[in-house]
């Protein structure tokens, strides 16, 4: 088992900044890649960054590309999720979730351990 616990959410305006960190326990960190959901009022969970276990490589949505990084640090068991130049349609519930392979990281099912998500509200 691997709990998740997020921490960072919060109310931003738009052009804001805000810090997303997920702290790992209960199993090896390192053997896992990490992802960033995140969804919207009556929106599917998409998702928004991956990153792989040793933390080469990274994935994200289009949409954010530019604007969010995804990092790891592997002695301290977490993942952030760094949001610059926020956007009221990037408001959501975010999670961060835990897999084996960053293969088809996009997929929401393929992730084993999900965190228990927090709001991000940008306003306009």
């Known amino acids: 088992q691997v709990q998740l616990a997020e921490s960072g959410g919060g109310l931003v305006q738009a052009g804001g900044s805000l810090r997303r960190s997920c702290a790992a326990s209960?199993?090896?960190?390192?053997?896992?890649?990490m992802g960033w959901f995140r969804q919207g009022t009556g929106t599917e969970r998409e998702s928004v960054a991956a990153?792989?276990?040793?933390?080469?490589?990274?994935k994200y949505l289009d949409s954010v590309k530019g604007r969010f990084t995804v990092s790891r640090d592997n002695a301290k068991n977490t993942v952030y999720l760094q949001m610059n130049s926020l956007k009221p349609e990037d408001t959501a519930v975010y999670y961060c979730?835990?897999?084996?392979?960053?293969?088809?990281?996009?997929?929401?099912?393929?992730?084993?351990?999900w965190g228990q998500g927090t709001q991000v509200t940008v306003s306009s």
């Open positions: 209960g199993q090896t960190f390192s053997n896992y890649a």
């Open positions: 990153i792989s276990r040793s933390g080469d490589n990274t």
């Open positions: 979730a835990a897999k084996r392979s960053i293969l088809n990281s996009y997929i929401a099912s393929g992730y084993d351990y």
